[in-house]
T-cell receptor, first 115, second 110 residues
Framework: EAGVAQSPRYKIIEKRQSVAFWCNPI?????LYWYQQILGQGPKLLIQ????????DSQLPKDRFSAERLKGVDSTLKIQPAKLEDSAVYLC?????????????FGPGTRLTVL | RKEVEQDPGPFNVPEGATVAFNCTYS??????FFWYRQDCRKEPKLLMS???SGNEDGRFTAQLNRASQYISLLIRDSKLSDSATYLC???????????FGTGTSLTVIP
């Protein structure tokens, strides 16, 4: 079974530029998560989708971050404009069911460096 | 106050040793608890789920103490391949929110 796919794997941009990340979850997984993991910290949930609807985006900095999952499958996360403190690994995860009974499977992540 | 707190370590132990990590959580409404393993520059992977007082899987034992609001992970007979960062994760059921700790780094030494 194919895992969660993410691209690009690495991205280097200058501050104030825009960047977008793409995620393709495991086939059949209705729940999709985006996490931000800053070096030396645990992942922090940014947004959770159930099919194409947002379940939780309370920790998403909405002034610069946006995410969508238009057809309930692939998802994109965008940062516009980027700040130095956005340098992190952006992890996408998916689960078959939402909540505590749904094991989350993570993709390899996109490592973002903002200069 | 952070939702989940862990001792970051690092823990350096010899092969064959037993090592234990603790994790505390602040929200008494937390319903489910997990341990994830993350290798260097890799994604986290589920190690164990803890739904009641605890469970065991081979050399790994997870325990939950709701009264004191902490979860522990015990690794017996440590192997070199156990070297990784162990992340404590708490699910607060009402909003299906997941909170990760900062992770505890383990290095098993030959």
């Amino acid at each position: 079974e194919a895992g969660v796919a993410q691209s690009p794997r690495y991205k280097i941009i200058e501050k104030r530029q825009s960047v977008a990340f793409w995620c393709n979850p495991i086939s059949g997984h209705a729940t999709l998560y985006w996490y931000q993991q800053i070096l030396g910290q645990g992942p922090k949930l940014l947004i959770q989708f159930q099919n194409n609807g947002v379940v939780d985006d309370s920790q998403l900095p909405k002034d610069r971050f946006s995410a969508e999952r238009l057809k309930g499958v692939d998802s994109t996360l965008k940062i516009q404009p980027a700040k130095l403190e956005d340098s992190a690994v952006y992890l996408c995860a998916s689960s078959l069911v939402p909540g505590r009974y749904g094991t989350q499977y993570f993709g390899p992540g996109t490592r973002l460096t903002v200069l | 106050r952070k939702e989940v707190e862990q001792d970051p370590g690092p823990f350096n132990v010899p092969e064959g040793a037993t090592v234990a990590f603790n994790c505390t959580y602040s929200n008494s409404a937390s319903q489910s608890f997990f341990w994830y393993r993350q290798d260097c520059r890799k994604e986290p992977k589920l190690l164990m789920s803890v739904y009641s007082s605890g469970n065991e899987d081979g050399r790994f034992t997870a325990q939950l103490n709701r009264a004191s609001q902490y979860i522990s992970l015990l690794i017996r007979d440590s192997k070199l391949s156990d070297s990784a960062t162990y992340l404590c994760v708490v699910n607060i059921g009402t909003g299906n929110q997941f909170y990760f700790g900062t992770g505890t780094s383990l290095t098993v030494i030959p």
